[in-house]
């Protein structure tokens, strides 16, 4: 228990810190029904802790009224206000929701310390843990959109590494031989339950880019004038992008004839060097298309990933914040810089069984309409992702740390 | 010039203190398009006196990009940002905006100490005192809106005078003759362009009633189905009332049995003495048609209120900010407590002629598709409100603190 | 009777024939929720009689299911079917619509014949006729509408009078001294209840167009950017064109540099000449702001056409069903050729009382959110309209056949 | 080439013959935006065979603006009217469209008697001949929606067989050992792009329902108020099912506390023995949640279904129009009587390609946001489905002729 003690210490401190570069007002502003303010995510999180794991000990709670406030989506445990609505709650205060993270952490803190939890509520608790990192990454993506799409466009912190990388690398690529190959998460260490039960997959011979696609590649799409072809499109994404007057990726914008991007330091030049970000799904098969290629299938991302090594990437803990430029000859940045769409559609695995009670909410409803990412970005937090790791966004959805890698079939590009 | 500047300090000065018992994240939040964060309300009367006044004096800005965030709705200035959007700033922070009306304030005293404004400018800076008092009763209504509609509904202040005032006054008339008489602002005080030129108009014999529709009538009104009688309503007010879901006035729930209300001091208990308020225009006609009357027209509503003694009413100034119950047998409330809709279309006067330059978008501009409401409510600052003086908002208005009170023609009722 | 009954063949044969050019689908056609298809127009005036006379007689019905089906906005009368899905209703067909009008009318002409009527009832078969014709310049309305916005923008009727009329005449003024007037309906011939009763009212010394404004005038305001400036416009009104991306008025397309328009008799090049029509009374009040003008109030439209002749104008009859150039250097085309706004919200007359019954809802309910226009136009059948006729529109609407008269106060302009 | 002739013949005669019951009105009429009207498809099948055959040859077309009004969705071929304004083109009128359908057929019959066609049209008309039968199937389903839709629900035709067929079957299972397995269109027969090429997938044990999901579950559904518990659905499913206010599948309701539902033989009870209909993916999933299943995916159909007889289903030819009762205790109705959801997303086969040119956009630029459906319908041609067939529709779509098989993993029953 004390290891998960500290790890638990560990991770909430991180949480409050990810904040302190924010004012009050940044704190409760949603610029978007899709995000959520700081001070939700934090108070979200503890209600996590309170609702799922104190609970279990029949333990009161801090404000009854905060699971109408701060429950996400669990139909189970009752009504919740409109997501779309998180913004408009000045009250509680930001004091008043740090008053209730250190009531919930020392509440936490106390039952880890006299051991007072059996092991579904231990387990329960690792889930909070790795809950509370998915919505730092949240956190990140949220402020950028908010402090983004304002008219002053704020840095979120002007001290974050923004040295350049060197040269661009040529897009090669590896080849892979495929066949009756297993995916997904085994019994042993903790995984999500939509990355069980380990299955087998057929796999065709395939070719995965050695890097994702940079900013030099969406520069030439642009100039090709791919946001104007629909015959590189997906119907349904020909028809967001036209709606939503999509040009170029999100957070670009043209000035003077060059094209600058906001991100997290400030609105700076666009490196062509640099990894892609905030490409939708839609965007991201519009320029596979162009490029004669395709996305991988996450059965394929998985099987090119397993045996890479994990923690290498640029993740958060890295205090960039954003992309670096691919460098070396490998196949590189799978993990961390940009979350990588794949052509696979969010489904249950076969043999797919939901977690038990209100925590059975956690990921499988949202198995329709939504795309698997795979492999983790800058804004996530070191450690938090695997080879088998399943994220998932709506295919128009621009605001998360989104790219693309290319695949495609052996023979065929 | 002194004279100016001290009711310049008073005025200002106010607009602060109204801010007091808000969070950095109340200043922020916007609740609705219609509505305008406290925030906001306090940057853009600040740049309208550095915008139309110290701009005269050739002086430059605080902030050249405020002109962009604080403009509200002058085209001839310039772009601004979308209204909608104003709640999405979270910059500039609340310490910013202060620091902008610091220095603004110190460079009006400046130019006033030192008689530096010609006549124009001194009048624009008159007009800049009206206009602010009129964002402090903004101010406090979008307040009210921002608070009562979210969940946790805080009180703005809980130490607003909430005494009960006695029995409800039976509803009485007086009767007018009516015949060819005049309306509108002379020239010799201050007034808003729409209120002049001051014009002959028939008016036919009438009656008024005493008091405005008090709580009761409109619990008699719910109680005889009232909302659901298509044969009461405007043909828009219905569609209006069906499809925003309207049961009873806003700020109203029904629970165990009983009526509710949010008022800026809270939730407490519906008060059938006092005097109703958040009726929209459609609202207050059908309310008017159930009772066998009509509304008043605003020449009506004008010649019956002239002689009449304005500072008497119950204004923001008193703190109670809600209605009182009428009292007294006479045409009582007729200024402060709720702004009482027309029956007449905002229009302008025959020979109507708007400011010069960019304040011409003052009035002119809105003349369509609203109704006029006379005689201030209780968070007007006293002394802001005259006889002439035409509020108005589009008929499906609710947030206001709107009442109605009845006419009719004479020997009809 | 006979006199009534002469009358009720002609006016329900005239129906008949201006479908006549149509084909079956063109009948049933719904090009937006304003408009109804020509069908729908031929069986709800059917309707009229057979609920508001036939019934007074307690006469059955021709198909119960009918009153749901063709009520217009009666909700005293009962349910009926979403005004925006008229178009959905392929039943009855246009033979079942036809037997039923020749049911109803055989019905009328026998209790006419007979002279089973009480004078109520006859009053109500007066004014079914005058509805009747209301619909009539519905269905030519709505008709253009629905073939004007389709791809092969057919004609109405390829026969129709489309020769030139001579050059422009210069806009000139009349003037006017008003006074305390009076204006409205008296009570010996037949009028609407919006008309009475006949009321004082001031006018203050003004001026009017000789002629409405030409296409001439509307070509110049477009080629002054009117449509960019937002400083010509109500704030509604440019918000409006924005959205709806007005350029021009309503069926004005541009190719090869040239204007066109498309009118019931086809496509054809704008002619300057042509008094202007399609125009909202967002752009009306937008021209005539440009024109250095304004658009007259209906009291002083209705002064300056009292004793004017009314049967002169160019009205349905005529067979152009567009409006003329306008002739002569006299106060021309009042009547007949554009309906014309003014500057007056449609608002009760002093005094004003429904009809008794479910026909209280026949003008009363509508009583917000619209303008008044006076004069009738080019789609009115001769001898409906009178002097003191108020027809009424949102201020946005443009596809009745609505155009602009200036006027300005006098010494104004 | 006279085999095909043959077959053009049958085809297109087949198409004219299924509109014989309509009024002219009911061609016209487009009651959702997803819907066309019947003459809409009448007109598009035939510039199919104009745009994509005889032009090959160089052959003019009958009126150049058709390719505007009867594009479906070729952006290669060129701009094309709104999907949503099919249903106000009242003109070209219907004989003009059956002109239209005579002047191609004619000169389709020359070309191929003459044998005039290279081997790459002769295919493409094959493919014209198999589109036209998808686009007789939507004929039957956007009619039964826009007569179903409408206040007199009019029967599209009165004498289509509606014997009962007996008792309900219990829902029995049948088990299939998976396994590596082969799915997908060989090259030898027709199939269409997306059904190719054939692959080797996974299989793990599974068991697949006998029959259908039938009414008498539904019910039980209903009954547990199924509709209202967000536990048994996708996240998507259950706000859309609250949007829509879907209460039972679409074209049932409720009166006198009787199901009843409309189909094309007009309004009748819901029969319990009666296969299921006119569900969406989003109830077809919860359904299966309530029975403790789930639902195939497309392999585990494909698998199931192969070596099954297509033939004997209950297709459109067999002039029922509507399901049958399940009969027999054998895998029964896998072909015909509805089509079923499959829990597969809508994706390419791995090494997917897409026909050469504008024909390249018939199905894969619609892989994203559908899930797949197999095994036709009785509104589906005999003869035109194959094992390997897929059909795909929205989740939330219900106007098809869609039903639920269950499917659940071996031993978890």
Redesign the interface.
């Known amino acids: 228990m004390l290891d998960l003690l500290s790890r638990y210490k560990t991770v909430r401190t991180r949480s409050v810190s990810l904040c302190v570069p924010l ?7 949603q ?1 978007m029904p899709d995000a959520s303010p700081a ?1 939700w995510h934090l108070a979200h999180t503890t209600w996590f802790f309170e609702a799922f794991v104190l609970s279990t000990l029949g333990q009161g709670v801090f404000d009854e ?1 905060f699971a ?2 701060f429950n996400s ?1 669990y ?2 445990v009752g009504p919740r ?1 409109d997501r779309a ?1 998180r ?8 004091p008043e929701v740090h008053a209730y993270r250190a009531n919930v952490d020392e509440r936490i803190a106390h039952v880890l310390v006299e051991d007072l939890l059996d092991p579904v509520a231990q387990n329960i608790a690792e889930l909070g843990l790795h809950h509370e990192q998915q919505h730092q990454e949240l956190l990140l993506t949220d402020i950028k959109h ?2 983004g ?4 466009q ?1 840095a979120y912190r002007s001290d974050l590494d923004r040295s350049a990388l060197g040269e661009i690398v040529p897009l090669g690529w590896v080849g892979f031989d495929g066949g ?1 190959v297993e995916i997904g998460a085994g019994d042993r260490s903790f995984a999500f339950d939509n990355e069980r039960p380990r ?4 796999i ?1 011979p395939f070719v995965l880019a050695r890097r994702p696609v940079s900013n030099a590649e969406v520069l030439a799409f642009i100039g090709d004038r791919g946001y104007d072809d ?2 590189l ?6 028809a967001t992008a036209k709606r939503e007057g999509w040009r170029a990726p999100l957070y670009w914008g043209r000035e003077d004839g060059r094209w600058l991007h906001y991100d997290l330091a400030g609105v700076r030049e666009v490196d062509p060097a640099e990894t892609a970000c905030h490409l939708s ?2 965007e991201a ?1 519009a320029i596979a298309r162009w490029a004669g290629a ?1 996305l991988p ?1 996450e059965a394929e991302w998985e099987h090119a990933a397993t045996e890479r090594r994990v923690r290498e990437g640029n993740w958060a803990d890295d205090e960039r914040l954003h992309p670096r430029a691919a460098t070396g000859d490998h196949l590189c940045q799978l993990f961390g810089d940009v979350w990588e769409w794949t ?3 969010y ?2 695995y ?2 797919f069984r939901t977690l038990p009670g209100a925590l ?2 956690y990921n499988g ?5 939504q795309m698997v990412l795979r492999g983790g970005s800058c804004l996530t937090p070191r450690g938090h992702v695997r080879a088998s790791y399943r994220n998932f966004f709506a ?1 128009g959805a621009r605001w998360q740390m989104t790219g693309v890698r290319l695949a495609n ?1 052996r023979g065929a590009s």
Chains 1, 2, 3, 4 share one sequence.
Do not use: C, I, N
């Not at 004012?23 to 502003?29: K, M, Q």
């Not at 799409?149 to 002053?152: D, K, R, T, V």
């Not at 299955?199 to 057929?202: I, K």
């Not at 499109?233 to 020909?238: A, E, M, R, T, V």
């Open positions: 004012t009050p007002e940044d704190h409760a502003v610029s001070k009224r109408y406030l989506y139909d189970a206000v609505r913004g408009m709650m000045s009250r509680p205060s930001l908010a402090l799409s304002q008219p002053l704020p009756l299955h087998r997959v057929v065709e629909p015959r499109w997906l119907s349904d994404g020909f799904y839609f098969d395709r299938t052509g696979s559609a489904a249950p076969p043999g059975g909410e409803k949202f198995m329709s309409g295919p079939d």
